[in-house]
Antibody, heavy 120, light 108 residues
Framework: QVQLVESGGGVVQPGGSLRLSCAAS????????MHWVRQAPGKGLEWVAF????????YYADSVKGRFTISRDNSKNTVSLQMSSLRVEDTAMYYC?????????????WGQGTLVTVSS | DIQMTQSPSSLSASVGDRVTITCRAS??????LNWYQQKPGKAPKLLIY???SLQSGVPSRFSGSGSGTDFTLTISNLQPEDFAIYYC??????????FGPGTKVDIK
């Protein structure tokens, strides 16, 4: 069965860095684009970043552009999010999600999330 | 950027009720509209994609409709496990998708 397991969250000071990882299993990872989506405490969902199935195209939300970098390793079935220059407003649960293309685009599987807290 | 709005922001309903949630896009998005359900402490779950297609494994009491800018999610015969927050999402501008602010469905 499809599984996405995030890791790497934690507490970091403003201006610091953190690297999140998402380990995928149960499907042919190299065939799917992958997203990161975040949710601040008590708030709604915010799309963060996307990487194409082959890693050749990457897209970012304006709120993280220039600070976050998405990458993937298709040999290890992982997608990562390198976060730098972290701000208090980056505090959120971070989810990885699989991109499916069927009559359009949608996120058909999500991980359980990893919590990032930016605080001094 | 395409903005998404949802109404109502919250509603109270009883088991067995029929519930309708509305989602509106700031511009036409054809049928590139998805619905997700999120329960407390859990990841979102895909319910409906392409405005009206039911995701595999999702009960048939969930249905979606609409195109262009106006969409609805309907839950017929509301069940106890349906109390959750529901988000719409436009994928017209994929991969830079946007979500609606959510509609909380709780028990009357």
């Amino acid at each position: 069965q499809v599984q996405l397991v995030e890791s790497g969250g934690g507490v970091v000071q403003p201006g610091g860095s953190l690297r999140l990882s998402c380990a995928a299993s149960g499907f042919t990872f190299r065939n799917y684009g992958m997203h990161w989506v975040r949710q601040a405490p008590g708030k709604g969902l915010e799309w963060v970043a996307f990487i194409r199935y082959d890693g050749n195209n990457k897209y970012y939300a304006d709120s993280v552009k220039g600070r976050f970098t998405i990458s993937r390793d298709n040999s290890k079935n992982t997608v990562s999010l390198q976060m730098s220059s972290l701000r208090v407003e980056d505090t959120a649960m971070y989810y990885c999600a699989r991109d499916r293309i069927r009559l359009g685009y949608h996120f058909d599987y999500w991980g359980q999330g990893t919590l990032v807290t930016v605080s001094s | 950027d395409i903005q998404m709005t949802q109404s109502p922001s919250s509603l109270s309903a009883s088991v067995g009720d029929r519930v309708t949630i509305t989602c509106r896009a700031s511009q036409s998005i054809s049928s590139y509209l998805n619905w997700y359900q999120q329960k407390p402490g859990k990841a979102p779950k895909l319910l409906i994609y392409a405005a009206s297609s039911l995701q595999s494994g999702v009960p048939s009491r969930f249905s979606g409709s609409g195109s262009g800018t106006d969409f609805t999610l309907t839950i017929s015969n509301l069940q106890p496990e349906d109390f959750a927050i529901y988000y719409c999402q436009q994928s017209y501008s994929t991969p830079q998708v946007t979500f609606g602010p959510g509609t909380k469905v709780d028990i009357k």
